[in-house]
């Protein structure tokens, strides 16, 4: 089924359409369906995985990750910001589940919330944040965006190149 998926000519407009719709469902941020949120990140990994013919395409999105740069797919640089952005949006999604009590899309709305989300995720995942959390999770999210356009207009001209 995914080398049928594979073959097809708009295979990588339909995921990126379908990777658009997600994005309208939410006004406001979000962690995961935001532009540069976790879900970048998911479907550059599978578009990767399925296009190229990647027999192993299951395992966490660092595995997937680390595969596609393992198969020269995905710059290591580029696996490696990703894998940090992952990490970073999914800790923090967590730590805010713990903090409100219940699942959340993105950083709680009262500031003490805020600040304790902070404190634990920099306990976590000890890092440099001199403009504080929010700040940095929206510059992680501008880079996972800014990564997964530049591969997916890249895959773009490779098929191109392939075709002509």
């Not at 992952?86 to 600040?115: D, N």
Request: aromatic share 8%; net charge positive; proline share 3%.
């Amino acid at each position: 089924m995914f080398a049928r998926f594979a073959r097809e000519p708009g295979v990588l407009q339909a995921a990126r359409e379908m990777r658009t719709k997600l994005e309208g469902t939410q006004a406001e941020q979000n962690f995961k369906t935001a532009p540069g949120g976790t879900y970048d990140i998911d479907f550059l990994t599978g578009y990767l995985l399925v296009k190229h013919g990647v027999r192993e395409k299951n395992g966490t999105l660092r595995e997937r990750l680390w595969r596609c740069a393992a198969a020269g797919l995905l710059e290591k640089r580029d696996a490696a910001r990703l894998d940090h952005a992952a990490e970073l949006l999914r800790t923090t999604e967590h730590i805010v589940r713990l903090v409100v009590g219940r699942a959340w899309k993105w950083l709680p709305a009262t500031e003490h919330a805020r600040q304790k989300t902070s404190e634990f995720v920099a306990r976590v995942l000890p890092r440099s944040a001199p403009l504080g959390l929010e700040a940095e999770l929206r510059q992680t999210c501008e880079e996972v965006r800014l990564i997964y356009d530049r591969v997916l207009v890249e895959a773009v001209y490779f098929l191109t190149l392939r075709l002509s």
